[in-house]
T-cell receptor
Framework: DQQVKQNSPSLSVQEGRISILNCDYTNSMFDYFLWYKKYPAEGPTFLISISSIKDKNEDGRFTVFLNKSAKHLSLHIVPSQPGDSAVYFCAASAVGSNFNKFYFGSGTKLNVKP | GAVVSQHPSWVICKSGTSVKIECRSLDFQATTMFWYRQFPKQSLMLMATSNEGSKATYEQGVEKDKFLINHASLTLSTLTVTSAHPEDSSFYIC??????????FGPGTRLTVT
């Protein structure tokens, strides 16, 4: 049972425009969310995170929004650059003894066109 | 940022043989290491969590006798795929975490069993 879902397998955006990647989760116990970026044949690299006490976290061109009532989070990249082309995974974890056990979505492949 | 290495980066082995994959945290002490498996175009699936000096905790459906995990030190964890079969062919990724919440991922190991 997939507790974290990324329903869009791919997204294509023009350079300079905004990229919006979406993620939904089902477990209301999740209280910490992360976005990872992954290039082919490489491990994921951490991008940005947000805890459930916030609804927005911003780091440079990357902003993550959290809507707890909808169990939905999104990653905004603006302006998008060709180097942002990669697969983006969202991940979630819950407080408690398994706080560092991450549940990953299936990823969204972002293509930023020059 | 924290660096995690994996060795080998790719390996081809014959069916029935065993393969060992190493995961090292190069510049920090990893109290917990994780092993993931990724099938093409799918999510990272957590296989097991290991804490230094103790037995690994395996996720449901993962055979502990087939996927042997050893976390002998704060900088090294190994995954041994025993009696490998073609269906074990996959991309195996480790991650490590220290005292914080983030996980730092290795570059992954591509295993092909012929």
């Amino acid at each position: 049972d997939q507790q974290v879902k990324q329903n869009s397998p791919s997204l294509s955006v023009q350079e300079g425009r905004i990229s919006i990647l979406n993620c939904d989760y089902t477990n209301s116990m999740f209280d910490y969310f992360l976005w990872y970026k992954k290039y082919p044949a490489e491990g994921p690299t951490f991008l940005i995170s947000i805890s459930s006490i916030k609804d927005k976290n911003e780091d440079g061109r990357f902003t993550v929004f959290l809507n707890k009532s909808a169990k939905h989070l999104s990653l905004h990249i603006v302006p998008s650059q060709p180097g942002d082309s990669a697969v983006y995974f969202c991940a979630a974890s819950a407080v408690g003894s398994n706080f560092n056990k991450f549940y990953f979505g299936s990823g969204t492949k972002l293509n930023v066109k020059p | 940022g924290a660096v995690v290495s994996q060795h080998p980066s790719w390996v081809i082995c014959k069916s029935g043989t065993s393969v060992k994959i190493e995961c090292r945290s190069l510049d920090f002490q990893a109290t917990t290491m994780f092993w993931y498996r990724q099938f093409p175009k799918q999510s990272l699936m957590l296989m097991a969590t290991s804490n230094e000096g103790s037995k690994a905790t395996y996720e449901q459906g993962v055979e502990k006798d087939k996927f042997l995990i050893n976390h002998a030190s704060l900088t090294l964890s190994t995954l041994t795929v025993t009696s490998a079969h073609p269906e074990d062919s996959s991309f195996y990724i480790c991650s490590a975490s220290g005292l914080g919440h983030e996980q730092y991922f290795g570059p992954g190991t591509r295993l092909t069993v012929t």
